[in-house]
Nanobody, 114 residues
Framework: QVQLVESGGGLVQPGGSLRLSCAAS????????MSWYRQAPGKERELVAT?????????NYVNSVKGRFTISRDNAKKTLYLQMTSLKPEDTAVYYC??????WGQGTQVTIST
């Protein structure tokens, strides 16, 4: 059974940083491309970042987070990461990891506020 467990969300002030983690089990982790999405209140879920399968040599980001967020993966630990820096109030959302096309994490709340 595939399980994805997210962690790392929280409340930080503007300009702060957070690192989200998505720990996977029950899958051959290396085989999958992965991504992070977010959903703000009243808005549709938005693709934030993607990383290719295997070594993760290809990454892509939505324009609004380029230069601030970094997606990465540790295949030995079966964990996906999203390092977020220079956080802004508009980054406030529930963040979800997605592995392949079918597997989603439970979501973790990120709130940027003074």
């Amino acid at each position: 059974q595939v399980q994805l467990v997210e962690s790392g969300g929280g409340l930080v002030q503007p300009g702060g940083s957070l690192r989200l983690s998505c720990a996977a089990s029950g899958i051959i982790f290396n085989n999958y491309g992965m991504s992070w999405y977010r959903q703000a209140p009243g808005k549709e879920r938005e693709l934030v970042a993607t990383i290719s399968s295997g070594g993760g040599g290809t990454t892509n980001y939505v324009n609004s987070v380029k230069g601030r967020f970094t997606i990465s993966r540790d295949n030995a630990k079966k964990t996906l990461y999203l390092q977020m820096t220079s956080l802004k109030p508009e980054d406030t959302a529930v963040y979800y990891c997605r592995i392949g096309l079918h597997y989603w994490g439970q979501g973790t709340q990120v709130t940027i506020s003074t």
